[in-house]
């Protein structure tokens, strides 16, 4: 009888696992629009920025894993970034704003941006753009989603201090990016 117990416990935790709630996010790069459905229901939905015809989003099916809360940013050698200079985290002129959250690693991100303008068109070098507001509330469904659900004064803490916090998700939340 000792040994069914544990066994019993294992398997009901299997079943809760099994039964808890899915996100599952997409892109629509024609709508320019990002949707999270919960158990196949849309719970939000954000205008984005997508890539340019020069430098695409990439289309296909990805997972997030990996969550930046205050994200510094390195110019990357290109181009474009000719001349810029590193933004710490938290500096106004980091483009990457609060969050940026791989989605093809290592150069693909979801991330905020201050050029709302930008929102609804084909504006980035690849990457998705939101709102700052929009890809802070975002991520803490993600982070909720992907296992590492935290209070609301943590994110409130994370972002006043303005250091860097790298999550590891323990499930990989889904993501599609399709025309």
């Known amino acids: 009888m000792k040994l069914r117990i544990p066994l ?5 935790l299997a079943c809760t696992n099994a039964f808890a709630q899915d996100l ?6 024609s709508e ?29 099916d990805f997972s997030i894993r990996k969550v930046i809360l205050n994200p510094s940013w390195h110019p990357p050698d290109e181009k474009w970034a000719r001349g810029k200079s590193p933004k710490d985290p938290g500096d106004p002129d980091n483009p990457m704003k609060r969050v940026k959250m791989f989605f093809q690693e290592p150069d693909y991100y979801i991330h905020g941006t201050a050029d709302d303008d930008s929102l609804g068109k084909a ?12 890809v802070t509330d975002l991520v ?8 590492k659900p935290m209070p609301e004064p943590w994110y409130r803490r994370i972002f006043r201090s303005r250091a860097t916090k790298v999550v590891m998700l323990s499930t990989p939340v889904p993501l599609e990016i399709s025309e």
């Open 24 to 29: 599952y996010l997409s892109v629509d790069l």
């Open 32 to 60: 320019r629009e990002l949707v999270a459905k919960v158990n196949g229901e849309v719970v939000k939905r954000f205008p984005v920025a997508i890539g340019t015809e020069e430098k695409p989003t990439p289309r296909g």
């Open 123 to 134: 504006e980035s070098h690849g990457c998705v753009r939101m709102n700052t507001e929009d």
């Open 140 to 147: 803490k469904i993600v982070m909720e989603h992907g296992g």
């Open 8 to 12: 019993l416990l294992t398997v009901l």
